[in-house]
């Protein structure tokens, strides 16, 4: 009899919390001077998750009288927060109605707008004063600051471009001028001494090919050639880059601190990372240049999640970042006043009227009256979604044989048209896009079934590095 009465005993001991949760509401709000808590699935470094804490906890206790407790979720780059909510929709988020996640931060805006606004993006209406405030335009250069819905899920919360981070020791050593353009990373003499990050695994390493490629069609374009072929030589330009690679990183955070470790020489950067590891290693060693006219201005957003548990707090957050109180920790001076406390965060704000007081900034660039690059076209992104694969199964998976090929190239006797064959894609822009087509069609499919297709893919592309070889060797 006693053991029963325990064991009722502890049955209502374990589930008295819950019934009292059910009583109270599942969303009960903080009482008042209690700590709250933000939950940020994001993107960025250790310096700005750290800066934003420390000033939104000010800003929100000034404001609202109420500390704030920021939970940042870190899963590496932007491809891997998206494969984190993929992961959960059917299973956390189908269970519960959310994915414990509050805010989604950072990653480029075609994460934002083509892959997660769809499934996994709240609409916000911010208030109209600070919407005005912050995007007096609705675009930079063609690009949208912010989700152009009537009721936007995603806010551009700073500006990116992407240049060449180079430490300017190795390149002494090995001979070599500072690089000037994407093109400059083919050299030859550059083997062995590039870093680049993984498109599979960082969406703005993905960004930064797609710009190459971009560029190589808008100057076609401009020419009146093809830009489907155009497509094609971009491509081959990026493979000629990653012949010369001695790693591809899993993020592209990590490709600055690789380059100003004095590892390699060179490597493909956002500008930020490039210019705060520039900063943290010296003017003297190391540089960081974004090529003329072949970069772009796009937004880094931010957005709340379908389901957020805290969506008033996380709205907050938001008009904190686009107030100017926000977007000044973006570029001054750490140390400074209205700056950072301890990092240097050198990120271009995204409201204008901050550039109007450009004291203490680190970088003296506004981007709303320079021409810093050029517009993008969605029409010339379609390979966007597939530039991924595309360079796994070409550079990355087969990166010993594409280095093996270009040596042999480049030791024949037929060395410049060759290397022209290998500058130039087996297949163009159309035939991306049907293939990007079919492993969209594939996505619900057994994973043999896509793995089939790749390898199928990869195949393609050893057999085409093997005739090289052997035409190098005068065989073909």
Excluded at 85 to 111: M, N, P, Q, R
Excluded at 148 to 173: C, E, H, M, T
Excluded at 370 to 377: D, L, P, T
Excluded at 413 to 425: H, I, K, Q, S, V
Aim: net charge neutral; proline share 4%.
């Amino acid at each position: 009899m006693r053991r029963f009465v325990l064991l009722i005993l502890f049955v209502v001991v374990l589930v008295a919390p819950f019934i009292l949760q059910a009583a109270m509401g599942k969303r009960t709000k903080a009482a008042a001077g209690s700590e709250l808590k933000l939950v940020i699935l994001n993107a960025h470094h250790e310096g700005i998750r750290r800066e934003f804490a420390v000033a939104f906890k000010a800003w929100h206790l000034a404001k609202y009288g109420q500390s704030v407790d920021i939970d940042y979720r870190s899963y590496g780059g932007g491809s891997d927060m998206l494969r984190y909510l993929e992961s959960s929709k059917d299973t956390l988020f189908k269970a519960t109605g959310t994915f414990k996640i509050d805010l989604v931060w950072g990653g480029g805006d075609y994460l934002f707008d083509r892959q997660l606004k769809k499934d996994y993006l709240e609409p916000v209406t911010l208030d109209p004063a600070v919407m005005h405030h912050a995007y007096p335009r609705p675009n930079l250069a063609g690009v949208p600051l912010y989700d152009q819905a009537a009721s936007p899920k995603w806010f551009g919360a700073a500006l990116s471009s992407f240049g060449i981070v180079y430490n300017k020791d190795v390149l002494r050593y090995l001979g070599l001028a500072e690089p000037k353009s994407w093109g400059d990373l083919a050299d030859p003499r550059y083997r062995n001494w590039i870093v680049l990050a993984d498109p599979m695994r960082s969406a703005s390493a993905k960004q930064v090919f797609m710009i190459i490629v971009e560029r190589m069609m808008l100057d076609a374009h401009d020419a009146g050639t093809d830009e489907n072929q155009a497509w094609a030589r971009g491509m081959g330009l990026l493979r000629q880059i990653a012949a010369n690679a001695r790693l591809f990183t899993d993020s592209s955070s990590s490709v600055p601190i690789v380059v100003g470790n004095g590892d390699v020489a060179a490597g493909m950067a956002i500008d930020f990372y490039g210019r705060a590891q520039a900063d943290a290693v010296g003017d003297a060693r190391m540089g960081y240049v974004e090529p003329v006219g072949a970069t772009i201005i796009n937004p880094d957003p931010i957005a709340v999640v379908r389901g957020a548990e805290h969506r008033e707090l996380a709205i907050r957050f938001i008009e904190f970042v686009l107030s100017d109180e926000g977007q000044r920790l973006w570029n001054v001076r750490a140390g400074t006043a209205g700056g950072p406390v301890q990092t240097s965060l050198r990120r271009l704000p995204i409201v204008p009227a901050v550039y109007d007081d450009m004291s203490n900034f680190t970088d003296r660039v506004n981007p709303f009256v320079m021409n810093i690059g050029f517009a993008k076209s969605g029409a010339r992104e379609k390979t966007f979604g597939v530039m991924g694969e595309l360079m796994q199964i070409s550079c990355i998976d087969l990166l010993d044989e594409l280095r093996r090929t270009r040596t042999a190239i480049l030791a024949s006797p037929r060395a410049a048209e060759l290397d022209a064959r290998l500058g130039t894609f087996p297949f163009d822009q159309n035939e991306a896009i049907r293939r990007s087509e079919l492993l969209i069609s594939l996505k619900n499919a057994p994973a043999e079934e896509r793995l089939k297709l790749l390898r199928g893919w990869t195949e393609e592309f050893r057999k085409e590095y093997e005739e090289l070889r052997a035409a190098a060797k005068g065989r073909g």
